[in-house]
């Protein structure tokens, strides 16, 4: 189907028609100075950058419909596909022990609570996957509909942290892997180099080579975890748990449930990115199921695999006198008795971090660029470069207690994750839904909502957050009564949910946009 036969069916031509260049000219008299186009201070990086062979040169404009891909009879495989190996990630395994080893929990506990946590957490992602073939817009660009301009480079911000703290975790990570598998003649800091460039290198190229390699990553990826299972399977202690007060008991569901709930939710920010290369005329559903189960089916698998190594950790002392308590070393410990192939099978696990670091360091170069202004002018891939630096040096630092950082991170996450998701779901469906969106004003604040209501119930449901959360560093009144379960992500949903809706039928009664 050619781009004006699709126009045909969908109406008049939308933004996806419209050059950047026409975009540009349309905007000139945006009084908004970041709506005007400076071309004199990017011409010449860009052009360098574009004569690289297989560079990605596109930023956070929208893809047109004549560069997107035809839909074909093998397109949801390729979706359900590039989202099973994103998620089959090593990290994952890391998060399903903390449930065990950290906890204490037993495993059908930490298990029921990881596989519910996470089927929740998949169908948000599943959700705002959806936005990115009918927009061809980047996921937190089609925030600004929602939040406005302005409020929604606050959620570029976060995300950025976001994505810096989960590749910092993949880089520890695979670095104790790589010094474990050499005897320590690589050290954990050559290790964490060596995944922070191979993430980059992969992410510098942009997203349609990385969704060709992520349509064969996943097999050895797979092939190595069954190996994991049949190897370490055999030592899970099913009946293990620390005994603990019915209402403590309680809160370590309630808070391992949050945990398994905060992996997931910490894709919904960047979904629609890997799908604006998809014609708006794909159907909903089918992008929200394959994404669904796609994510969910990975995901799921490796918390298991975790949660039953953090079973045989904790009743096994021997293991942990060898192995010790770090990530890498749990890693290690599963294939103890395979001796040189363990080795080989471990660093296929370190393939698989970069594989789960990439997609973070691509969209993390689209966030800076959200930022507006400069941020806009500087290539993608020069953002990509500039965050790699960073996490790379955050990975160095916090080397020695990847459980504290990854247990006091993810929360965070999922607290403005969740925030911001109520406020899209409510926009979309009380405010959104009969009126339509009109992709042209994207990078138009005057055309996108004054972002006063939802700048405001991202503060309030932060308050929630905080009343609710039970932290190392911050225990919330409601978490003081609730035997110090961790309430955040459901206190701030709750605030967000009552304060938005009657805060947005206002602005929109004031300012009509």
Known sequence: MRPDDIEKIHGSPSLHSISQHELTSSSSNDPIKE?????????????????????????????????????????????????????????????????????????????????LGNLVGTMTVGYMSTWGPRSGNRTLIVARYFMGYYPS?????????????????????????????????????????????????????????????????????????????????????????????RGRLNAKRVTFFSLALS??????????????????????????????????????????????????????????TKYGSTPGGLLMAAYDSLGGFGKFCAVVNVLALVTNNTPGAYSMGMNFQMLGGFFWRVPRSVFTTLATVIYTACAMGGRNSLYEVFK??????????????????????????LKGYDWSAWNSPQRLPVGIAAGVSFIVGWVGAIIGMNQVYY?????????????????????????????RAMELFYFRR
């Open 408 to 433: 006091g991170f993810l929360p965070l996450i999922g607290y403005w994750v969740m925030i911001w998701l109520i406020i899209v779901m409510e926009e979309d469906v009380f405010f959104r839904r």
């Open 263 to 320: 992996i997931a939710l910490a894709w919904a920010p960047l979904a629609a990115d890997y799908y604006v290369y998809y014609p708006p005329h794909i159907k909903r559903w089918r992008v929200f199921a394959v994404t669904v189960l796609g994510s969910a089916h990975a995901m799921i698998l490796t918390l298991l695999l975790g949660i039953g190594l953090g079973t045989m950790m904790a009743s096994s002392p021997a293991y942990l």
């Open 475 to 503: 225990r919330g009144l409601l978490a003081q009564v609730a035997s110090g379960a961790d309430l955040g992500l459901w206190t701030g949903a709750a605030f967000t949910a009552v304060v938005f809706p009657p805060l």
């Open 35 to 115: 709506t005007i186009h400076d071309p004199k201070p990017q011409t010449r990086l860009r052009r360098w950058i574009s004569n690289m062979n297989g560079v990605e040169t596109r930023g956070i404009e929208p893809v047109p419909l004549e560069e997107r891909e035809p839909v074909t009879s093998s397109t949801s495989l390729h979706m359900m596909i590039l989202w099973f190996s994103m998620s089959l990630a090593t990290n994952n395994i890391t998060v399903g022990s903390i449930g065990t080893l950290v906890l204490g929990l037993s495993f059908k506990d930490a298990a029921i609570c990881a596989i």
């Open 153 to 245: 480079k606050i959620c570029s911000a976060l995300n950025i942290l976001t994505n810096l703290g989960y590749c910092m975790v993949n880089c520890v990570t695979g670095g104790q892997i790589l010094s474990r598998v050499s005897g320590g003649h690589i050290s954990v800091l050559v290790g964490i180099v060596v995944v922070a460039l191979s993430s980059w290198a992969m992410a510098i190229f942009g997203m349609r080579i990385f969704q060709i390699y992520e349509r064969f990553a996943w097999l050895p990826q797979l092939m190595v975890l069954c190996v994991m299972l049949g190897s370490a399977g055999p030592h899970f202690d099913f009946e293990v748990h620390t005994p603990v007060s």
